[in-house]
């Protein structure tokens, strides 16, 4: 981006923020700003890499539904209980690696 380009684009989003009734003063705006432009960087660097969140948010979402049988499954074949509040309260990321303990990797 160029000069003639940051300055339009930073002109266009502090007009906006004037608009929506915010009265930064201008240091402040352009601290925003460049948070702004940081996420929108990294927005597109997420989204050219195929994923839509980030990596950290990925560790906390719930175990998917596959996960879940073959954990059941797997821990009937090994004599492990696992009850079903464990499991609806088990992360993708815990799942996996109670799998992988069960089937001895770790």
Known sequence: MDKDEFIKDFSGFYAELRK?????????????????RK???AD???NRN???S??????????TE?????LIDLAYEKGVC????????MTREQA????NALLGGD
């Open 20 to 36: 929506e009734g915010v009265n930064e003063l201008l240091k402040d705006a352009t601290m925003l700003y460049a948070i702004y």
């Open 39 to 41: 996420d929108l960087r």
């Open 44 to 46: 597109r660097f997420n």
């Open 50 to 52: 195929g994923s839509n």
């Open 54 to 63: 980030r990596p950290s948010d990925k560790s906390k979402e719930p175990a």
């Open 66 to 70: 596959e996960q879940k049988q073959y």
């Open 82 to 89: 696992i009850t079903q509040k464990q499991l609806d309260r």
């Open 96 to 99: 996996s690696k109670t799998i």
